[in-house]
């Protein structure tokens, strides 16, 4: 049964969660619904046209050029402001520290450097495993997990950007930390982005039959009509 609130117009319900905190930008939203009313009723494809629908939401103002409206450039603004707030607070890294008196002389609010709901999310590129523990991207077992030829070399940026688009977000505690097999490709340590991404392997058994991925408290799945399922059932 729907909560009380989800009955109020898309543009707030969506804009405020039942505590009245602000989840997403009001421009966000206003480019969400305009991406939806363009596709005319047609399905979003998951998780194959997520990414890239996201991509568009997201556009920045290099991206949008002359279609760019004020409630974008205003977004830009408070962005810029947010990331210029974030620098300030942030670790540097090894080689930019000569001195470790600026680490511990700071008072950091920790509410003020906190992200929205999605802080602690993964990309989880689902995977799909067979018995010789070789690793395909699609469960006919027809498209094999790619990597460079040599260890010195990078994906190309094709390989990578089909990556992604497979990929779904979910919370980063999804996945156990310390669990090898959802760890990226050694020989992706020199790819931007898809160094970053996690396994997400299913089990594919003689019969051609999909099991799930199975970690301490729960089981994950791609269904190919639903998403990530997630089921806690254990």
């Known amino acids: 049964m729907r909560p009380a609130w989800w009955s109020a117009p898309p543009a707030d319900r969506y804009r405020r969660r039942p505590g009245g905190g602000k989840v997403y930008d009001a421009t966000l939203l206003r480019r969400t619904r305009e991406l939806l009313a363009d596709r005319a009723g047609q399905p979003l494809d998951v998780p194959g046209e997520v990414a890239e629908a996201i991509e568009t939401i997201y556009a920045d103002l290099n991206d949008l050029a002359d279609q760019a409206l004020a409630d974008d450039r205003q977004r830009a603004v408070r962005e810029t402001a947010q990331a210029a707030a974030a620098d300030a607070v942030a670790i540097p890294a090894p080689h930019q520290v000569t001195d470790l008196y600026p680490l511990t002389d700071r008072e950091i609010d ?6 929205r709901l999605s802080a602690d ?17 699609d469960p006919e077992c027809s498209q094999p997990l790619q990597v460079p030829s040599a260890p010195q070399q990078c994906l190309d940026r094709d390989t990578v950007a089909r990556l992604v688009r497979l990929t779904v977000q979910a919370p980063g505690s999804y996945l156990p930390h310390d669990d090898q097999h959802t760890f990226p490709p050694k020989e992706w340590e020199r790819t931007p982005t898809a160094r970053d991404l996690r396994l997400l392997p299913h089990p594919v058994a003689r019969d051609g039959s999909i099991g799930a991925y199975e970690a301490p408290r729960h089981t994950l799945r791609l269904d190919p009509e639903l998403g990530l399922v997630r089921s806690t059932g254990r």
């Open 121 to 137: 999310s993964e990309r989880l590129l689902p995977l799909y495993t067979t018995a010789d523990g070789r690793r395909w991207l």
């Open 110 to 115: 920790p509410a003020a450097v906190t992200t």
